[in-house]
């Protein structure tokens, strides 16, 4: 650790030294729950072919591989959605250059806080989770969060989907057999606690952790991008999430849904395509 109030581990340090000694526009990849930032490695190829340096910190404290991570599910436990929102901030702020910010998931909604703290370049934000003031709640949401939810013990817990759970809410969009092949490369443990911020931000008079600011002019250019099949993050939420920051930010806001993708278009197969619209957005404001 680089300090005594540091959160960044020595690998993440590593990584911010390169971009900084890069002359290139730096990437941060955001991941979310049930993933670590190791999924992210072919969209750091792609990008960094692109022209761009990249860098994928952990949540606070992620075990450094899958293998560890599924031997110590207990690590992931009490992760809070601001306290791993201030751990990518304090990245950010050891950058030369504000960053283009790209997340996934809890990944998604973190990107969106990071935006309205108006700290990135240009931001993508995947199938992101809902943030406070996101109202619909589709059916195949709840079922996908009710493996953590059902049980309030959760919200202190690292939990592990089963297949069948990672099947609705994950690959539903995809054979059995990429399925289960993205199962055994890429499932950990997550924690509770962000799905228990997130069911309940509507209800929280103070905002909480979930709340993001969609008015801040220096958020700058915002694509939220959803997948058509998606069970865990609907159209519904992110078509939400994209009409409040539309309505509320002068910066540019623009949607797009990938037809016939579920919840895993960032590690699936398809990745490409919808790296390929991520990379468009981002080339149209860095040179």
């Known amino acids: 650790m680089s300090d005594s109030t540091s959160t960044l581990a020595d690998w993440e340090l590593v990584e911010i ?23 992210w490695a072919p969209w750091r190829e792609f990008f960094e072919d692109n022209g761009f340096v990249s860098l994928a910190p952990g949540w606070p404290d992620d075990p450094a ?18 306290q791993v929102t201030d751990h990518y901030l304090e990245a950010i702020a050891a950058l ?28 993508v934000s995947i199938d992101n989770a809902p943030f406070k003031g996101v109202l619909p709640l589709p059916a195949s949401s709840l079922k996908s969060a009710a493996p953590v ?63 993001v600011d969609s008015k801040n002019p220096a958020r700058g250019p915002l694509l939220i991008i959803g997948g058509e099949k998606d069970h865990t993050v609907p159209p519904a939420i992110t078509n939400a999430s994209y009409k409040i ?29 919808v790296a390929d619209e991520a990379l468009a957005f981002v080339q149209r404001f860095i040179e």
Do not use: C
Request: charged share 20%; net charge negative.
């Open 96 to 123: 030369d250059q504000a960053p283009v910010v790209i997340g996934h998931s809890f990944g998604g909604l973190i990107a969106q806080k990071i935006a309205g703290g108006g700290v990135a370049a240009v931001t």
């Open 17 to 39: 030294a390169r971009a900084n000694e890069s002359d290139r526009t730096p990437v941060v990849f955001v991941h979310g729950l049930w993933l670590l930032s190791s999924s």
């Open 149 to 211: 939810l059902a049980n309030p013990a959760n919200a202190g817990r690292g939990v592990a989907l089963t297949w069948e759970q990672f099947q609705y809410g994950w690959v539903n969009a995809l054979s059995e057999e990429e399925g289960r092949r993205l199962f055994e490369e890429h499932h950990v443990a997550a924690a509770g606690l962000p799905l228990f911020q997130a069911a309940f931000a509507n209800f929280n008079p103070f905002g909480g952790d979930t709340e």
């Open 245 to 273: 920051q539309a309505k509320h930010n002068i910066g540019i806001t623009e949607e797009i849904v990938i037809p016939e993708r579920g919840h895993s278009l960032t590690i699936d197969s398809g990745w490409r395509e």
């Open 65 to 82: 591989t899958v293998a560890e991570a599924r031997e110590h599910p207990e690590a992931f436990a009490k992760k809070m959605v601001q």
